[in-house]
């Protein structure tokens, strides 16, 4: 059982670099690392995933340490309009009844304020 | 825009009464989730559906349930609806059954308010 836990709340300024942090100490072997982003009144969205390492897209990077103890989603110059709720989910791949359930916990997420 | 569909988008009722939510997930995938999304609860796991069978069930009431149809839109009926069941109910959707690992399409969400 993968349990999450992350800030309740931060803030930054337009401009900034903003690294949240989520830590997962008993992530096992076949878990994979997603986050999404949830604006007021709208369900979220699919941010990225990650395994290991590093993954870029074009709207944020995922670190991985060798330890997979923890990861740390990058907004890279972020603006007003990333004022949001970010929740870090980690979970195995469901291909059987029954399974996966704990991997879909949401929780409370991260309330990041940009300010200008 | 999702792809997913929820109707309706608000829905007030009274305590003890019983509704239907209904989501039509993207063109495509087969696997529906189901959240809850209160105040003090954040946004909880409720149910999956993958292909018209259940595959993982979260946090859901007794007093709740839901199927997946053959056409695979699904609804999430609640009943004897009590205040604290006030909440904004969102449906997902992912081309599989993946669960975490599969990436979600939230749709826009019905928002419940119990009197």
């Known amino acids: 059982l993968a349990k999450t836990t992350q800030p309740i709340s931060m803030d930054s300024y337009e401009g900034q670099e903003v690294n949240i942090t989520c830590s997962h100490n008993?992530?096992?072997?076949?878990?994979?690392i997603t986050w999404y982003q949830q604006f007021p009144s709208q369900g979220p969205r699919f941010i990225i995933q990650?395994?290991?390492t590093k993954v870029t897209n074009e709207v944020a990077s995922l670190f991985i340490p060798a330890d997979r103890k923890s990861s740390t989603l990058s907004l890279p110059r972020v603006s007003l309009s990333d004022t949001a709720v970010y929740y870090c989910?980690?979970?195995?791949?469901?291909?059987?009844?029954?399974?996966?359930?704990?991997?879909?916990?949401f929780g409370k997420g991260t309330h990041l304020i940009i300010q200008p | 825009d999702s792809g997913v569909t929820q109707t309706p988008k608000h829905l007030i009722t009274a305590t003890g009464q019983r509704v239907t939510l209904r989501c039509s997930p993207r063109?495509?995938?087969?696997?529906v989730y189901w959240y809850q999304q209160s105040l003090d609860q954040g946004l909880q796991f409720l149910i999956q559906?993958?292909?018209?069978?259940?595959?993982a069930k979260g946090n859901i009431l007794e007093r709740f349930s839901a199927q997946q149809f053959p056409d695979l839109h699904s609804e999430l009926n609640l009943s004897s609806l009590e205040l604290g069941d006030s909440a904004l109910y969102f449906c997902?959707?992912?081309?599989?059954?993946?669960?975490?690992?599969?990436?979600?399409?939230f749709g826009p969400g019905t928002r419940l308010t119990v009197l």
């Open positions: 997902a959707s992912s081309v599989e059954g993946g669960g975490a690992v599969s990436e979600q399409f």
């Open positions: 008993n992530i096992a072997t076949n878990d994979y």
């Open positions: 990650g395994y290991k």
């Open positions: 989910l980690v979970g195995e791949r469901a291909l059987y009844s029954g399974g996966g359930a704990d991997g879909l916990t």
């Open positions: 063109s495509g995938d087969l696997s």
């Open positions: 559906y993958y292909n018209g069978e259940e595959r």
